[in-house]
């Protein structure tokens, strides 16, 4: 019989964090791999135009550090037609995160094999120094998230242990810190102790063992009906949800593009 | 793919996959004979033991996605971490991946009017829809006068000539020159390839005032200005240190350029190359210059054995190579080649004999997916048929095409209908046919009678406002029409007249479709094939109007209208299917030969159908351009000639053959009917081999 989820399926911050909002979601998504026309809430042009100045920016501060010079980049930020980029942009060169260093990586991948699954983390920069990791992550937010919505992220789970667990040699410290291009100065830093990270791999290999568990009927829907706002199979769920508010925009654009921003 | 690798390697690919004694090798052969094997094994050392570190990486190059389906395989029964530091790329997706990434360095050398600002990427279709808006005008003034071709091929054919000039390695603006120094026939044709010159320096000048990038603009400003910076040649080097290049024959002379250049800054590489391929000449395909990359290796290896075919297909195929006239023996023949007692006189009558044998097959044992049907070209007509037969027989089909008609799938049709109901702005109202279609699919219960009688009730029927008030309907027809039913046709009515003209049609088709479609009672409710179709709809528009959106005289309706009216006129006909849906499905594959070739997989029972056309080894008719004269092989001021031509069609044929010989472990069935699937007693090469072959054998027996 045909497993429900392959072995060589990947996990990643953006398909376990679905699951734990909706698990019948993560099987239309992630196992039957189903399209379905967006829910009609996430048709507008704010949403478009917020994915496209996130990416663009994230593109900047990547090329930033392949090398490209700096005024070729302000040229370019100037020109994009969403304003904030070029704000955003300014903001990031003036921080200390724009220096370019050795043993840095930026938009790098990096998986891990955890209890039998592989589990990836696309990094938008990682540094090593000396037996340090230190792990960035650019956002786009409208409104600053509080650091304990930050804490309850899968992602803030997921970072830091693919991170560590990657090494040979377990590193000495963790660092992960979000930094809000809207809000510069108010950074989010977490720093995980190895208890920490033996937490978060506890609570994510139970995580996997569950969906490996289940039977495809065992995917429910979530009973939350305000998590349906955004979702995609809404119609094919037949819910009318509330209409969103900003948590769960932000639930669910860090989940739909959890990937890029 | 377990199987493969855990049967025990000759030493050839012992060797080929020896990255550490052999770090450069150039592996040659013809096909099943082994070589992406070996490459797996390779494949599979490097991740075992060199992608420990960090950063190191590796690059699968492959010419077409489907031919990278056993490296993707591979990974994916891996499964392993360093898994996620192969990349696995076509060397178009490469260049767009890094003409994306490093736009700003292009930006810098102000080759485009607006140069910071963002690239607009066309693809194939949208690249249509902005040649049209060169080409019309032209067409208008008399250009082009003696040439009889859909738009669509017109266009198709100019943007050909800009990517082969791309891909070959000249400047546009030489395609007519070139064109004309080959050309033998009417002088007038010299009038057309001077109109195909003005018509892609226009483009391409449009281009460039517009941040519009084509596939050739993408090619030239990769080759030209990327390959050359010093910023990207250091990040190509850190990103990849080892390189394994399959079917290296079926890419273009740029991609053998770039490849030829990387491989001394890698660790490691094997560049594979298929042995008389080069399937996708007419693409730009060139055979040549891949094995030129032969001098950047260390190592040389040529595989020679078949592990596919059998004793007796093996033999026809050493028949078939040029130069061999040995004569094989009747029952050698006979047993590689089938040729049914009973030769049908109609093509349906064929597909009946067809469909039967394939049962007879099956019934003995054999896997629907080790059989395949192949014709040089998939009529609709001809996939129904042969389709609807086998599945009556319970046998599962696959059909391999690489496009599906956008428009004429049922689904897009009402939704496209509906849409342009309700936006009079478009100016483009469709006809009584197609809005009663739409009404029965939208509201079911509503069949094509009563939708008819309901459009016509009131008054005759006008396309700027078709859907009539219920109120305005006769008594009469309300009586025969059910308060239901027209209780969800005037919902239907009103939701259609109160969208606002200004929004964006993925909105308003998202909102169409989960607003009211799938509302209970109407077409879409609870339906799969109806969610993803729009979905696949919903992509395709915002595929076309990527590129639109950013110029400001470019409003949501204006954009809608052009989609619309791309589609009605055949501009945008494909709905390109992602390549897991093509391979997923299991079942007998019907395909077109040089798809099923492209796959690069084998079949036990190969079916030949439509022996008699010259599809089977004739170029495309190509009055505006010509892959052979433009390639980098071809000497400037040649003529092009009739034998060129026959020639050519020999050289396709016995290509085509072998490719399928080759893949074939068991037999092939020639399939004939007297009349052919036109209609016509066609005569081509491929029918001649055939009695050639089998009259020799016969006179070998009666001799022998």
């Avoid at chain 2, 855990?6 to 070589?35: M, R």
Wanted: hydrophobic fraction near 40%; charge should be negative.
């Amino acid at each position: 019989m045909t497993e429900l989820i392959p072995s060589g399926f990947v996990f990643h911050q953006s398909n376990l964090q679905t699951f734990l909002i909706c698990r019948y979601r993560f099987f239309l998504r992630y196992v039957q791999k189903m399209p379905w026309p967006a829910a009609v809430a996430a048709t507008s042009s704010q949403f478009e135009q917020d994915q496209a100045a996130g990416s663009y920016f994230h593109s900047l501060i990547h090329q930033h550090f392949l090398g490209i010079d700096r005024d070729t980049l302000c040229s370019c930020a100037q020109h994009f037609p969403d304003i904030r980029v070029r704000a955003w942009f300014d903001n990031f060169m003036n921080t200390p995160y724009a220096k370019i260093r050795p043993n840095q990586y930026p938009e790098h991948n990096q998986q891990i094999r955890l209890d039998g699954n592989l589990l990836l983390a696309k990094f938008d920069l990682i540094i090593f120094e000396g037996d340090t990791i230190q792990i960035f992550d650019w956002k786009t937010s409208r409104k600053l998230p509080k650091r304990q919505f930050l804490q309850s992220r899968i992602q803030t789970m997921v970072y830091p242990l693919v991170a560590a667990r990657a090494q040979a040699k377990p590193p000495a410290a963790v660092n992960m810190l979000y930094w809000e291009a809207g809000f510069p100065g108010q950074t989010i830093q977490f720093n995980f102790t190895q208890d920490d990270l033996q937490t978060a791999q506890l609570t994510l290999a139970s995580h996997m063992r569950t969906i490996r568990s289940l039977e495809p009927e065992q995917f429910e829907q979530t009973t939350d009906l305000q998590r349906c706002a955004l979702c995609e199979y809404q119609s094919f769920c037949n819910r009318n949800s509330p209409s969103w508010n900003e948590d769960s925009y932000y639930e669910w654009k860090s989940e739909v593009f959890g990937l890029i921003d | 793919m377990n199987d493969l690798l855990s049967v025990k390697p000759e030493v050839g690919q012992e060797q080929a996959a020896d990255f550490v004694e052999h770090p450069h090798v150039f592996l040659c052969g013809p096909a099943s004979s082994g070589k992406t094997t070996a490459a797996l094994l390779r494949l599979q050392h490097i991740l075992s033991s060199d992608l420990e570190s960090y950063t190191s990486r590796a690059l699968i190059l492959v010419p077409q996605r489907s031919l990278a389906e056993p490296y993707q395989s591979m990974l994916r029964q891996l499964s392993l971490p360093v898994s996620q530091q192969v990349s696995v790329q076509t060397m178009s997706s490469l260049v767009r991946r890094m003409i994306n990434l490093f736009w700003p360095l292009i930006a810098s050398h102000q080759v485009f009017r607006y140069p910071f600002e963002q690239p607009r990427f066309l693809t194939l279709e949208t690249a249509q829809y902005y040649m049209a808006q060169i080409v019309d005008p032209l067409l208008d003034r008399g250009h082009f006068a003696t040439i009889t071709l859909t738009r669509n091929r017109l266009f198709s054919q100019l943007l050909d000539n800009l990517n082969k000039s791309a891909i070959v390695g000249f400047p546009h603006t030489e395609l007519a020159a070139r064109l004309s120094s080959a050309w033998t026939g009417d002088q007038a044709q010299l009038a057309v390839y001077r109109d195909v010159q003005t018509a892609v320096s226009a483009f391409r000048s449009l281009c460039l005032e517009n941040n519009l990038l084509d596939f050739s603009l993408q090619v030239e400003l990769f080759r030209d200005i990327l390959w050359q910076n010093a910023t990207f040649q250091k990040y190509l080097q850190t990103q990849y240190q080892h390189l394994i290049y399959d079917n290296a024959e079926e890419d273009p002379p740029y991609v053998h350029d770039f490849v030829g250049s990387l491989i001394p800054n890698l660790r490691t590489s094997l560049v594979i190359m298929d042995e008389g391929a080069g399937l996708r000449s007419f693409l730009g395909a060139d055979p040549k210059s891949a094995a030129a990359l032969a001098t950047k290796a260390l190592k040389q290896l040529h595989f020679d054995e078949n592990y596919v075919s059998t004793p007796a297909v093996n033999a026809v195929i050493d028949r078939t190579q040029s130069g061999n006239t040995q004569r094989l023996p009747f029952p050698l023949v006979s047993e590689a080649l089938i040729v049914p007692p009973n030769k049908p006189r109609f093509f349906p009558d064929l597909l009946h004999a067809v469909s039967q044998d394939i049962a007879d097959l099956i019934h003995n044992g054999t896997p629907p997916d080790q059989i395949v049907v192949l014709s040089p070209f998939l009529s609709d007509p001809l996939v129904f048929e042969l389709s609807r037969r086998l599945s009556k027989a319970g046998i599962p089909t696959q059909t391999l095409r690489p496009s599906l008609a956008l428009k004429s799938n049922p689904i897009i049709q009402t939704i496209l209908t509906l849409a342009a109901i309700s936006h009079p702005d478009w100016q483009q109202p469709p006809d009584l046919n197609q809005t009663q279609l739409a009404l029965s699919s939208a509201i079911p219960r509503l069949d094509h009678l009563r939708a008819r009688l309901l459009l016509e009730s009131s008054a005759p029927f006008l396309p700027e406002a078709p859907l009539p008030p219920v109120d305005n309907l006769q008594q009469t027809l309300k009586d025969r029409i059910s308060s239901d039913m027209l209780g969800q046709y005037e919902k239907l009515r009103l939701w259609l007249d109160f969208v606002d003209q200004d929004e964006p049609l993925d909105y308003f088709i998202s909102r169409l479709f989960s607003e009211l479609l799938t509302q209970p009672g109407y077409g879409f409710a609870g339906s799969q094939e109806a969610g993803e179709t729009t979905a696949r709809l919903i992509q395709s528009y915002q595929k076309f109007k990527s590129p639109l959106s950013i110029d400001p005289n470019a409003n949501a309706s204006f954009i809608g209208g052009e989609f619309y009216r791309s589609l009605s006129q055949g501009l945008l006909s494909a709905l390109f299917l992602p390549d897991e849906e093509l391979t997923k499905e299991t079942g007998v594959l019907i395909a077109p030969v040089l798809t099923f070739l492209m796959q690069n997989r084998t079949a036990k029972y190969q079916f030949w159908l439509n022996l008699g056309s010259k599809g089977w080894y004739e170029r495309l008719e190509q009055p505006l351009t010509h892959p052979y004269v433009l390639s980098r092989q071809w000497h400037q001021g040649t003529k092009w000639t009739t034998e060129d031509e026959l020639a050519l069609s020999r050289h396709n044929l016995e290509r085509t053959l072998l490719g399928l010989m080759r893949r074939c472990s068991g037999q092939i069935i020639l399939c004939n009917s007297e009349y052919s699937e036109t209609g016509a007693e066609d005569k081509g090469l491929l029918l001649t081999w055939a009695q050639n072959l089998f009259r020799s054998a016969i006179r070998e027996e009666q001799n022998g």
